[in-house]
């Protein structure tokens, strides 16, 4: 098997483990590492040969941006304390308390290559979380308070590794310099973000057409992330600030339909193939770490146990004060954020803190060698403590936080997203009913046409949410709902003998392929439109 034929399989195996890891209960991106370790027993199978400095930039820009697809501006401004408790203050503790940990028990590592590996363990990773959780029916304010410390911990995570890398490379540090890095790196990614966003947007109504704007989106992350990068800024936020302005309010088209669902399509697919792709070489790339350490074994097991360990423990001892602070805050002051509710849900989210991605890929790109031509101190030592650690958090934590949840009864809140959806079917309704209106006041309508579309415009509403209209109402509202489905039913009978009888014709000698597909393309429409 070749690195192409590899590649292949981890891609066919991302889309099969999606629906194996639904039966047995267990998530996806846990399977594919499983898979992937799996696969590196196999003697036919060669070793990745990807570049480590090419993994971030080629797997983190499309994750982060459909990640950050599923949340706003708004959110991220009423959960700004929490964002900053679990994925600023939690990095830099862990960071610390590893690094004390790692010196104390890795000979030869170094004070700066402790940093080093504290900070590349210190991050729970965005994907590997909310994919998880995600899965196994946590409350969406859970997910949120998970996707929020995600996507900005790396932000901290990377800023410090690569202070950290720096010094054990130089021989230097300054703290100055190292704050000032911080800044810039934040400043250089929002500007960055902001003006590909704006840039994005403008593009995306001049294309007009909805292949080329879902096109210009998968480019959009790579852009924002590499540009960040080459101008000293974080391209993680980078591309979080992106995806952020481009699902704003301002930046979206209401009456952009087609583009939309071709988004919502592809993202998800991109979403699902890079995740497991991800996943899948974390598996791979451990039989050779394992390797490389065969000498070291029995030393740098006790002690990347005891990285485990720390990195587990710190979690915890940090969530359950902060977040019973929180709650105290809550009933005071009535704040808006998605903080856990309770001890049950804490627990939950301390066990979803797993590493990942950006973990194997910090690790995989520590440099083989520093500035005096030595060997980077303790390099193969950070990778297996590194590898250790996400192996344990994400398949062990992964495996078993489905059991947990279960175990403590946390559950989705889905009597208060049915109360959401009510309110927002209600809108809905009240919109359409107010635009009626204004047509009627300057269009001369008949009025069976003005009572029929008056029906329409809440049957707007009801079709979201049949609870916003009374008894009688909702009545009447099931048997034109029932008389459409027939109808629908039937023309869809009607529409599809007219499509087998086209893709016969595309057979036949002397008809133009092309326009068969022209003519199935329309009547794809019209049934995609019901119409």
């Not at 066919?12 to 890891?21: E, N, S």
């Not at 250089?188 to 909805?210: E, F, H, I, P, R």
């Not at 790579?222 to 992106?242: D, H, I, K, R, W």
């Not at 902060?322 to 005071?332: E, F, K, P, V």
Request: hydrophobic share 55%; charged share 20%; aromatic share 6%.
């Amino acid at each position: 098997m070749d690195q192409l034929a590899l590649f292949f399989a981890l891609l066919l195996a991302a889309v099969v483990m999606v629906p194996v890891g639904d039966r047995l209960g267990l998530p996806a991106p846990v399977l594919m590492t499983i898979f992937g370790g799996v696969l590196a027993l196999i003697p036919s199978v060669p070793n990745v040969s990807l570049p480590p400095e090419y993994i971030l930039p080629l797997v983190l820009p499309p994750l982060i941006y459909a990640a950050a697809q599923r949340t706003s501006w708004r959110q991220f401004a009423a959960n700004k304390r929490p964002i900053f408790l679990m994925a600023v203050a939690l990095v830099f503790v862990t960071t610390a308390v590893v690094a004390f940990v790692a010196d104390a028990l890795v000979p030869g590592l170094g004070l700066a290559g402790a940093v080093a590996l504290g900070a590349l363990v210190a991050p729970p990773d965005p994907v590997a979380a909310t994919a998880v959780a995600g899965s196994v029916g946590l409350p969406r304010r859970l997910v949120s308070a998970l996707e929020g410390e995600g996507l900005f911990n790396d932000v901290t995570a990377i800023t410090l590794y690569h202070v950290a890398i720096a010094a054990a490379v130089t021989g230097s540090f300054s703290l100055g310099g190292a704050a000032g890095e911080l800044v810039l790196s934040g400043v250089v990614a929002v500007v960055v973000g902001l003006v590909l966003g704006w840039t994005a947007n403008k593009l995306m109504g001049y294309l007009g057409d909805a292949t080329l704007q879902t096109g210009l989106t998968l480019l959009v992350p790579f852009a924002s992330y590499v540009l960040a990068e080459e101008l000293m800024g974080s391209g993680v936020l980078a591309v979080l600030v992106t995806a952020l302005y481009l699902s704003s309010g301002h930046a979206v088209d209401a009456d952009d339909v087609q583009g939309r669902l071709a988004g919502q399509t592809f993202w998800p697919i991109v979403d699902t193939l890079v995740t497991g792709v991800a996943f899948g070489l974390i598996g791979l790339e451990l039989h050779t770490v394992v390797g490389t350490v065969r000498s070291e074994w029995e030393q740098l097991l006790p002690a990347a146990l005891a990285v485990v360990g720390v990195v587990v423990l710190v979690r915890l001892m940090w969530l359950l004060p902060t977040a019973w602070l929180a709650q105290r805050l809550h009933r005071r002051k009535d704040l808006d954020e998605d903080i856990p509710a309770n001890w049950r849900e804490t627990v939950v989210v301390w066990w979803s803190g797993m590493r990942g991605v950006a973990s194997v890929a910090l690790a995989l790109a520590v440099p083989l060698s520093v500035d005096s031509g030595a060997a980077f101190p303790g390099r193969d030592a950070i990778v297996f403590v590194a590898f250790a650690v996400v192996l344990v958090t994400l398949v062990f934590q992964g495996l078993t936080l489905p059991w947990l949840v279960k175990r403590l009864g946390v559950r989705t809140d889905s009597a208060g997203e049915r109360e959401l959806e009510r309110q927002l079917a209600m809108r809905c309704a009240k919109a359409a009913r107010r635009r009626l209106k204004e047509i009627e006041e300057v269009e001369d309508l008949p009025e069976e046409v003005s009572e029929a579309l008056a029906r329409r415009a809440w049957d707007v509403g009801a079709r979201i949410s049949p609870d916003i209209v009374d008894e009688e109402r909702r009545a009447a509202h099931v048997q034109r709902v029932a008389r459409l489905k027939k109808m629908r039913r039937l023309q869809g009978e009607l529409l599809s003998a007219a499509r087998h009888e086209v893709l016969a014709a595309r057979g036949e000698p002397g008809v133009d392929p092309e326009v068969v597909d022209r003519v199935l393309h329309q009547l794809d429409l019209r049934s995609f439109r019901g119409v």
